[in-house]
Every structure is written in C-alpha cells, then in structure tokens.
C-alpha cells in the first residue's frame, strides 16, 4: 500500500548552535546569516518558520536540505548531518519550492517519478506510486501532459506529488504556495498537510504569510534577525477565536524584532494537544 | 479544479511564397544574363545557361558527393564527442577550465586556412589531414556551446536536482543532458553549415576525391556550369543535412511545442 504512513517513523530534528557566516564576493565582509540558532523539531510535527526578508529563513533551509554546511554548531537529522551524510538522506527529505521547479522535458507523470528514479526503485513501481499520488492530487487526468501545458496551481500540485512520491520522512516547504491566488493556495495548503499526516512526516514550512503558518503548522517559530528565535509558538495553545490576537502578537514580533509579550503569556497555558501529538508520534 | 485550464498550442503551416519568389527572379535574371553575356562583353563561359548547369548536374558523380559526406559526419561526430565530453570535464573542474578556456579561445581565432597549411605540413595522409581540420574547426564550438548551455542551466532546476541527492552520473543524464539539447541541435545546425564549408576548401588541397577535389577540377577547366553544379549539390547537401537535424530536433524537443 503507497500511502502508508512509515514505520518507525521520522528521527527528530536537533539544532544546536547553529551558525552560518558568508563571505561577500565583492567586498569580502562576512554576512552572519544565521547565529546560534537552538531548535528541536519532534517527529511528524508540521512548523511553520515566519520571518522577515533576509531572516535567514532560506540559508536554514538550504542547511536543511544539506546543500550548505554550517559554519559553527550542529544540524542533525537523527544521529546524522544532512550535509555530511549526504548521500544518507537520499529519499528521505524532499522538497516543495516556491516555484514549481518542473523539468520541462519530462510530464507531469514523469516529473513526479524523478526522486523514484534516483533512489533506484524498479520502473513498474515507479509508475505506480507517481500516478497515484498525481491522482491524489487530482491530476489523474494529466498525467502525460508538459509543464508547460498546465497552469501554475496545476503545476505545484506535480511538485507537491513529486515530493510525496518517496514518502519522505522529512518535508521541506519553502514559500510554496505564496505565489499562488488565494482560493488555490487555500485548497493546496489543505491537501499538503493532509497527506504531510498520512504519510507520517515530519513537515517544515518556511512562509512569510502569517495566515498560512497560522492555519498549517502545530508550531509557529519566529526568526528575527540572523535567525534569531525570537518566539516558539505552539499554535494549539491558541482558540481559534484567538487567532486574529496571535497573528497580531507575531506581526508585532516582527516588526520590533523582539518578542511580543502576548506570546509570552501564552506559554503558560496547558500543554497542547498538537504537541503531545508530536511527543507521542500521534 | 475551477482554477486550472489546460493551455493548447497550434502549429502554423505556410508557403514560403517570398523565398520561392525571390529564387525565380534571381533564376530569370541568371539566364537573361546568360543570353545577353555576349553583347555585354562578358565571356560565354562566365555566365552558363540553365541547360549548360543541367549539363554538368547531370554528370556529377555521386561517389564524390558520398565521400564528402561520409567526411563531414565522420568528423562532426569526433568533433561532437570531443566537445561535449570536455566541455563536461571543464565544467565539473575549475581548474581545467582555467587551464583550457584561453586555449580553446586561440584555437577559435586561428583562421580556418591556417589550420589547412598546418595539417599540409603535419600530417602526409590526406584523410587524416580533412578529419584534423575539420574536428580543430568544428569541436570548440560544439565545446563552447556545451559548456555555456550548462553554466545556463537555471540554478532553481540545479538545487530542485541536488535537493533530490542524486549521484553525479544522474545528474548528468536527468538534469544536465536534457537541459543542454536544444543547445546541442542549435551547435549541429551550426556546425553542419560551417562542416560543408570547411570541407571543401580542406578538400581543395590535396584530395583526389570528393566535393572540394571537382571544384578544384572545375576551376582548372574554366568551367562556371561544373563549379555552379557542384555548388548547389552542396547546398543541396547542407539543406538535407539541417533538415535530417530539424526533423530529430522536432521529435527530441517536442514538449516544447
């Protein structure tokens, strides 16, 4: 069965110490683009990061990805560096972009068997599971049709499949619904989370849409400047009759890059169900 | 899904009346031309008529023309499998391409009639001697092209690639090889052209077989209707030669359309 959830489950995510220092080409300065950063995501918990432009939002998630090392402290999937055990994490972490990053010679069908294809699975299941994520996706009627032949919402339906189809125990998200219009966005966040939970996997969204971290994550991180943590929100703690204070208390967050005092209170509330869920595997 | 829509495309089909056009009025002002060479004070020979170039078409042997042929694609594929292999090489290592860069860039300004005095000299084989020219003249163009087209990859598609943790030779073959070949064809079309060209002159000197050879045997004879004919079974010749790439280009490249 393609849709299982996995067993065993996804490790957990431990940030420790986390910087990432680049150096300008032009004029050589060092940019700290991530400094010191401390996080720790449980298995199948859905995180939303929010930010401001140039928060480091994307430097995390390349370091995630394992496209960048980290210059000082430690980013570990489970006992491993997705950097440094690189080859490691093949088939298990995959990725959703802002744009939909199609291959333009490949179809829908085989645009969502490439990650199948590069972990080596045999072609007849290859072909199974990317046409049925395509048809979970509600592009069974688009399966041999090019990028180009399909619009924008179509087209970032074949990525998320594309994502899905290794049933990854690691979910990366970056920005990829913000480009689309509201009613298809609504309607995609939706099934990417349905299916996040299906599958099992641990999800990571980067967004800079509060609405959407509001609606998607169990927790909401907050990164100021650098990446600094400026709040961890646990978004069950919060009724949803209370949701229009907590995006104002995260707007505020970011604009005075300091944490808003409202979140604060908050913590203080009874344990959340979301993260008993995600302490549990549940 | 009230969103989507899926967008259609059409292929549009036309004479190319302007072209058939233009060919017939530089035909009727050729034998015009030729009628009128001997009040104009021009020798008969200069200006041969239609029948005169029927004439010579109809003695074209085609021996030669396969020869020529067989020359230009023989060194178009060496020439082809050179370039892009080292244009791989140059692009995984930086430092190979320090290394190589400034020589393929001499190598393309050396003008095409060097490298023939250069292969007279070096090389006493005459085959040898086409196929150098040829490849010296052909390979750093499909190398340049090879190498700009993988530079042009979109960063987005490399890290949506890399992201997927593929090994180097899948990186190649599903990413890197697929994005160049619409770069690839433009390179043959390219050098298909410049092949002919290149070709003849090589065969000009030297050769006692081919295309370049009865042109050089045309000129001795003072014979305009040999050297014309001559000329449009090479045209003839690239014509056919684009055509075979257009029609595999149209079948590779069809989710473009």
């Known amino acids: ?282 | 899904m009230p969103h989507d829509e899926i967008r259609e495309s059409a292929p549009v089909l036309t004479f190319p009346r302007q072209a058939f056009v233009s060919l017939l009025v530089f035909a009727i002002v050729w034998e015009t031309l030729s009628h009128l060479a001997p009040y104009l004070g021009i020798p008969p020979f200069a200006i041969p008529s239609f029948v005169r170039i029927a004439q010579s078409l109809a003695d074209i042997t085609p021996i030669d023309i396969a020869v020529t042929l067989a020359r230009v694609i023989a060194a178009l594929i060496a020439s082809f499998v050179l370039g892009v292999s080292l244009a791989m090489a140059m692009y995984r290592s930086d430092s190979l391409d320090k290394y190589l860069h400034p020589m393929i860039r001499i190598l393309m300004a050396v003008p095409v009639v060097s490298w023939i005095l250069f292969a007279v000299l070096w090389f006493p084989g005459v085959e040898f001697r086409i196929c150098f020219v040829l490849v010296v003249v052909c390979g750093p163009v499909f190398l340049v092209d090879t190498l700009d087209a993988m530079r042009g990859v979109p960063r987005e598609l490399r890290t949506m690639m890399q992201s997927f943790r593929p090994t180097t030779p899948q990186y190649f073959v599903k990413l890197m090889l697929p994005a160049i070949v619409p770069t690839i064809f433009t390179s043959w079309k390219v050098n298909i052209s410049l092949a002919i060209r290149v070709v003849t002159i090589a065969e000009l000197v030297g050769a006692v077989t081919g295309i370049g050879h009865q042109l050089s045997v045309a000129q001795e004879l003072f014979s305009v209707a040999d050297v014309f004919a001559w000329t449009l079974v090479l045209v003839t010749l690239l014509f056919l030669l684009e055509a075979v790439v257009a029609r595999v280009e149209t079948r590779m490249l069809r989710w473009r359309t």
């Open chain 1, 1 to 282: 069965m393609i849709l299982q959830a996995r067993k065993g489950g996804p490790p957990p995510i431990e940030v420790r110490g986390l910087r990432k220092v680049f150096r300008q080409a032009t004029s050589g300065q060092a940019v700290v683009a991530i400094d010191r950063l401390d996080l720790t995501i449980a298995p199948r918990e859905v995180v939303a990061i929010v930010g401001q432009t140039g928060c480091g939002k994307s430097t995390f998630f390349d370091l995630m990805i394992g496209l960048e090392a980290p210059s000082e402290g430690t980013l570990r999937i489970g006992d491993k560096s997705p950097h440094a055990n690189f080859d490691h994490f093949r088939g298990r972490i995959a990725t959703v972009f802002q744009q939909d990053r199609l291959l333009p010679w490949r179809s829908a069908l085989d645009n969502a068997k490439l990650p199948l294809e590069l972990i080596g699975l045999p072609e007849a299941e290859q072909r199974e599971r990317a046409l049925t994520w395509l048809k979970r996706l509600g592009l069974g009627q688009f399966t041999n049709a090019y990028p180009h032949e399909l619009s924008g919402g179509m087209r970032q339906r074949v990525a998320i499949a594309r994502a899905f189809s290794v049933q990854p125990d690691i979910l990366l998200a970056d920005e990829a619904f913000g480009h689309l219009d509201e009613v298809t966005a609504a309607e995609l966040r939706e099934t990417f989370l349905a299916l996040a939970r299906e599958c099992g996997s641990t999800a990571i969204l980067i967004t800079h849409q509060l609405e959407e971290a509001i609606g998607v994550g169990d927790r909401i991180v907050v990164f100021g400047k650098s990446a600094k943590l400026l709040a961890d929100i646990h978004v069950a703690r919060w009724p949803k009759s209370k949701h229009a204070l907590l995006r104002e208390a995260i707007q505020s967050t970011l604009q005075s890059n300091k944490p808003d005092p409202r979140l604060r209170r908050a913590k203080k509330t009874r344990a959340a169900p979301s993260a008993r869920r995600a302490a549990t595997g549940r």
